[in-house]
């Protein structure tokens, strides 16, 4: 079992720090793209005609003034930037070397993406991924992506370009005198002078750099770096002028930056966390974007405005001249929590909630023997069970209450005082219990699953070694437990059997409406979602943890680490500010009284259905 990563999950990350800037103005959110909460968009090109966005799998949206429609493309890879001097004159550069060609009807394969013989993608140089793109007004232009690489369209034909380097490259910019310059990890900057010779620049600033835009009076490189005293990525903004390079802003907290572009007001920048900044002159203000959400990308747009694209299907417009021309937006209000602290009993971690189905009654549990339980908002103790942690609670078959947690003990209530009803005799914490009318299961630590069905506890073969963190079951024969590295045991009502939800983080939790609608939720915003055929994951990049999930006919909630809380509305996922630090460790659905969070310091807090 992996330590570090089974710690993180007990003691919260906290999330990254929030600039200190004053925020202006506000971008608004556009609709009509069939985008859902699982797309993420890098980037795209604009005419007079419409506007092209493009993302993961594939994903190229067009929108002709009227409405947005995907378009269908040849390889189901991430796209990553556009560059055209027409739309019938456009190239597309993504993920394992892909290189796409719009006549103005279709989009074509050029490069890439070769496969071998069992139809995998094949380790072929021509499949290095690529993620950016620049050009001329004659139709040259210039890719580069991973190890170094650099390809040149010369008209006719792309062929490759001696770098120099093995770094990996993420921006090229075509500049105003002849030269190209290509920037990405560690401070690299190469110029490519008017013979085609590639050289680096002294860059004494070890920046990773994603972006560049030509000023008057110079190259504006945009990206960030990894910062242990900030336990994540910083933004910085560098001018490369007269041979020397120079920090701009130096001091200001920046989260990492994504992409720069001019436009009318001024140069903007965008970045993690919905951060968006306007540049004028020696000035930097932070505009309001209306979402945590990464945004990873620039659109210009005719009139020098522009879009703005990211995670979980985001694109944003900033000016109302801009939606005379492209998709209309939606105005949100101003940012507002919806979630209420509710008066706590303790200051203990409080790690499980359950809320009885047929009374609506919630009871929550932590740390030292700690259970609550909850009557109209009004939260009280109840006998501690003992000095142990519980972690997870249940309904006994008598209607009395299970509680389970440390050194394997499971304790039964009975309305007015606790017995022992089963012990491991092992140091292995009970993590997750599920009950279905007579039938109970638990599991925890070390893959330890549990069985009770009238008689005596007895342990059940999983397979795995696996801490076993979170369990949902729809009856006694149809029961998941999800854990370590992506795992995911199925229950059928005679064994467990393991897959994989197609990620290597661990998974914390997993609720489920059906059989063919579950959701799971784990470290660093991972959320995954099962559709009875094949699990899709939602890229959140989320810094936080993501601890526990819950829901109901019409929405569904995460909760995890620093206070983090997401809702899924039915067709995509946002962030739902709490108005709280603090890590959030469980979460419950009530019929009326809407979602229950439990956490750090005895945090209780309860969202209304709205």
Known sequence: MNKPENLSRRTLFRGQFSGREEARGRWHLVEGLSAGSGDVFWGGWADNQGVF??????????????????????????????????????????????????????????????????????????????????????????????????????????????????????????????????????????????????????????????????????????????????????????????????????????????????????????????????????????????????????????????????????????????????????????????????????????????????????????????????????????????DLGIHALARAPDGGLLAAGQLGEIHHFDGTAWRKHFDLLMDVTILSLCADGDQIFASGDEGLALHWSGGEWTRMPSGTKSALYGMWGLDADHLLAVGDFGLILRWNGTRWDTFNAGTEHFLFDVWGRSLSDIFVVGLSGTIAHFDGTRWSLTPARARNDLLAVSGTGDHVAAVGAGGIAMIHDGSRWSLDPTGTTAGLRAISHGAENGYTAVGDGGTLLRRRVV
């Open 53 to 386: 966005v493009a993302g993961d799998d594939g994903a190229i949206f067009h929108y002709d003034g009227t409405v947005w429609d995907r378009m269908p493309v040849p390889a189901p890879v991430p796209v990553h930037a556009l560059f055209g001097t027409a739309r019938t004159r456009l190239f597309a550069v993504g993920w394992m070397g892909l290189i796409l060609r719009f006549d103005g009807q279709t989009w074509h394969q050029d490069r890439g993406c070769r496969v071998d013989a069992a139809g995998k993608y094949s380790s072929d140089p021509e499949n290095t991924p690529l993620f950016d793109i620049d050009g001329r007004s004659d139709g040259t232009c210039w890719a580069v992506g991973d190890r170094g690489t650099i390809l040149h369209f010369d008209g006719e034909n792309w062929v490759e370009e001696r770098s120099g380097t093995r770094v990996h490259l993420r921006s090229v910019l075509c500049l105003s005198d002849g030269g190209v310059i290509a920037s990405g990890g560690d401070g690299t900057v190469l110029l490519r002078d008017l013979d085609g010779v590639w050289a680096p620049l002294d860059c004494p600033i070890g920046s990773g750099f994603v972006s560049a835009l030509e000023l008057d009076d110079g190259i504006l490189l945009a990206g960030g770096r990894y910062f242990v005293d900030a336990n994540g990525f910083r933004g910085e903004l560098i001018l490369y002028r007269d041979g020397a390079f120079q920090k701009l802003f130096d001091g200001l907290p920046f989260r990492r930056f994504r992409q720069v572009a001019q436009v009318t007001s001024g140069v903007i920048t965008v970045g993690d966390g919905g951060q968006i900044h306007l540049i004028t002159g020696d000035r930097v203000e932070r505009i309001d974007s209306g979402t945590k959400h990464d945004l990873l990308g620039i659109v210009p747009l005719p009139g020098d405005e522009a879009i703005v694209v990211g995670d979980f299907g985001t694109v944003l417009v900033g000016d109302d001249k801009a939606l005379e021309t492209f998709a209309p937006a939606v105005v949100t209000g101003e940012e507002t929590s919806l979630w209420e602290p509710l008066t706590s009993s303790t200051d203990r971690q409080l790690w499980g909630i359950w809320t009885d189905p047929e009374t609506g009654t919630a009871h929550a549990c932590g740390e030292e023997g700690t259970v609550l339980i909850e009557d109209r908002d009004q939260w009280t103790p109840l006998p501690p069970v003992n």
